[in-house]
DNA sequence: CGTCATATTGATGGGCATCAATATATGTGG
DNA sequence: CCACATATATTGATGCCCATCAATATGACG
């Protein structure tokens, strides 16, 4: 990747829309382009955060590794997403283990420069705030999703918000390992296959691997809400 | 309570600290002591939202209403803490209803004056970043303990955070009602009992109305940690 | 084509929600 | 101050969902 293309890939972030040519600049001269590889773990709870990344291609998995050895999905994220803002700028650490969910091209822009910027340039620290207050939000929603009871109301829900490709027949092209949808979704692989096929028993939705075609969204949205399985 | 008294309040908040004497003036001038009774609900879900809150006494629930019509409490924040910021400067509404736990004393902060600032006063934002931070760590820690399994072990996680009193015999007061604690935890009233009474039977806790004494640290722990009860 | 991770399907048991009834707590008006 | 009303908390019985263990099937990749 040649210098242009990296600026403009760093112009293209949230953060960076407005920023004045040079500084953009002086924030390129310091990014890392970093590969990763399925599965690849880029940084664990606990360790000294010193960047923040942007995802250019790929996936990227923010998950906790709960006491029992299983892991809890807490954020996926896709191209174009940013991640461990908060990190650099709070606690300095890492919350969460981050892991590349799919091969991945990644930027790694450097922390310090970034802080200042942040420190002196109010429109840059406004961009910041917005994108916590997306992810605050986001998370709000996932602690109402987690606690909704029943299994198949989390996946359905979690099926209803994602973009839905086909007008005739909407489909859902999950982005994610099954096993990671899973425990995103606190629940285990066994429950989440055994879903699907009922549901498809059901003819709600017809599973084709990583695609699930919505057949009967009205069924599924009266699951989200938390009704049981009509008749 | 008198001017004077107002602004030290604010000037005793984190976003305050460090603002000119004149300036704070001004969001004294707009801002509005709010007495609120045991219950009372300050705002719903996607209310518009132009203001911030600080808790000046009392306590707040910020939750949300699940399909079912049961609440899952997302916060739940006492004197100091200010809450909303992040409904203020991103998209204008409230993402979760909020009310009183207890008699309040709060006070309404002007959004518009404090959107100013923030815009145009870096440290003002950093401040506001800070607390954003602090939220969002606190809400992957929800994800996560709600992602546990079993409800003892939401509890005993729980009840190992809350700051305990008294060296021989660490004591947890619950400053909010069993019910509410269990909406947070995600798991009834009944649950919440059960799992109390039990463990005091097997002597690791005693439990005094609002005041749980904890006895066996190790065995909660265990717990917290996921682990099934031993013997 | 062999190897390993992932996904599916089956059988079983336990934990928790649910419904129901009682007890306690909280607060209000006489 | 007590009696009443209402909200909250406890305790019991029952059923079901989902985790667990286990075995097989499918897929990805070298």
Redesign the pocket.
């Known amino acids: 990747m040649t210098e242009a293309n990296l600026e403009s890939t760093l112009r293209g972030l949230p953060h960076f829309k407005t920023l004045p040519a040079d500084l953009l600049a002086q924030v390129a001269e310091r990014t890392k382009v970093v590969q990763a590889a399925?599965?690849e773990v880029l940084f664990r709870e606990g360790d000294p955060c010193r960047a923040f990344y942007a995802i250019r291609s790929g996936g990227v998995k923010l998950y906790r590794v709960k006491p029992?050895g299983?892991e809890q999905v807490v954020h996926n994220l896709g191209p174009g997403a940013t991640f461990a803002e908060a990190a650099l700028l709070s606690f300095g650490r890492f919350p969460v283990d981050a892991a590349a969910t799919q091969e991945s091209e990644l930027l790694e822009i450097d922390g310090a420069r970034f802080l200042e910027l942040v420190r002196s340039d109010a429109r840059m620290a406004s961009s910041v705030i917005g994108s916590l207050c997306m992810r605050l939000v986001a998370l709000v929603e996932r602690v109402e999703e987690l606690s909704l009871?029943?299994?198949?109301?989390r996946l359905a829900r979690w099926l209803l918000r994602q973009p839905a490709r086909g007008a005739s027949e909407p489909a859902v092209e999950l982005q994610l390992?099954?096993?990671d949808l899973a425990a995103q979704l606190?629940?285990?692989?066994?429950?989440?296959?055994?879903?699907?096929?009922r549901w498809q028993q059901e003819g709600w939705i017809r599973?084709e691997?990583a695609r699930v075609v919505l057949l009967d969204e009205p069924s599924l949205l009266a699951l989200a809400d938390g009704e049981?399985h009509p008749g």
Not at 186 to 197: I, K
């Open positions: 399925a599965g029992d299983r009871v029943q299994a198949g109301s390992a099954k096993k606190a629940m285990t692989p066994e429950t989440l296959s055994r879903v699907l096929s599973s691997g049981a």
